[in-house]
């Protein structure tokens, strides 16, 4: 839906903890999800997808947990990096749309 | 060899006037979007083109035309430019005809003044 408010949603974590970010979503006809990792002045970046059928999906670092019961989306970035920070993005297609939906983003810091 | 490449990246214009974006794709995907995200970073697609043809246009005024010449390139141009219009604009691809694992381009900041 439409992001409300000025600022984005914060996570802070240490450097080489893990990181959980978090996404609500309302259509229980969604049936593709995808995160996106936006750094500053560049475009979003493909991280990861699932699909409606599947729980979880694990890449290099990364692992997407897809709970359709209670509508819930994570992406869990292992051993953050520095290079972890930027917004992150979960995006949902509802069957037939054959359109991205965004959610409102999560902004990402990394304490040294 | 960048995939998905966009131009200019900044444009600053006053109001009233037309303007062009251009993207550009060279991964042979046969669906482009060009997206819209506005100073609180909210993402929403304009338009889809899936082999040149369009699928998607989500209620956007039409003082933006988007042209697909051929599939791998979808320009946007924009006439009498408001001040609204101010946002980054983001061209993406994706194989298949459906929405799955879009790779989008760098953007394009305008600016209206």
């Known amino acids: 839906g439409e992001s409300v408010g000025l600022h984005l949603p914060t996570l802070s974590v240490q450097e080489g903890d893990n990181s959980i970010i978090n996404c609500a979503y309302s259509?229980?006809?969604?049936?593709?999800f995808i995160w996106y990792k936006q750094e500053s002045g560049k475009g979003p970046q493909f991280i990861i997808d699932?699909?409606?059928?599947?729980d979880k999906r694990q890449g290099q670092r990364v692992t997407v947990l897809l709970n359709k019961t209670v509508k819930h989306l994570s992406l869990q970035i292992a051993a953050t990096q520095p290079g972890d920070s930027a917004v992150y993005f979960c995006?949902?297609?509802?069957?037939?749309?054959?359109?991205?939906?965004f959610g409102q983003g999560t902004r990402l810091t990394i304490n040294p | 060899d960048t995939a998905v490449s966009q131009t200019p990246k900044y444009l600053v214009t006053q109001m009233g006037n037309d303007k062009s974006i251009k993207c550009e794709q060279n991964?042979?995907?046969?669906?482009m979007y060009w997206y819209k995200q506005d100073s609180k970073k909210f993402l929403k697609i304009m338009f889809s083109?899936?082999?040149?043809?369009?699928?998607i246009n989500e209620t956007v005024p039409n003082r933006f035309s988007p042209k697909s010449p051929d599939k791998a390139h979808l320009n946007l141009h924009i006439n009498s430019l408001e001040l609204g219009d101010s946002a980054v604009y983001f061209c993406?691809?994706?194989?298949?005809?459906?929405?799955?694992?879009?790779?989008f381009g760098p953007g394009t900041r305008l600016t209206v003044t």
């Open positions: 993406a691809s994706s194989q298949g005809g459906g929405p799955w694992e879009q790779y």
């Open positions: 259509n229980s006809a969604s049936d593709y």
């Open positions: 699932i699909r409606s059928n599947m």
């Open positions: 995006a949902e297609n509802i069957r037939g749309a054959q359109k991205l939906v």
């Open positions: 991964l042979g995907h046969d669906t």
């Open positions: 083109y899936n082999n040149k043809e369009l699928i």
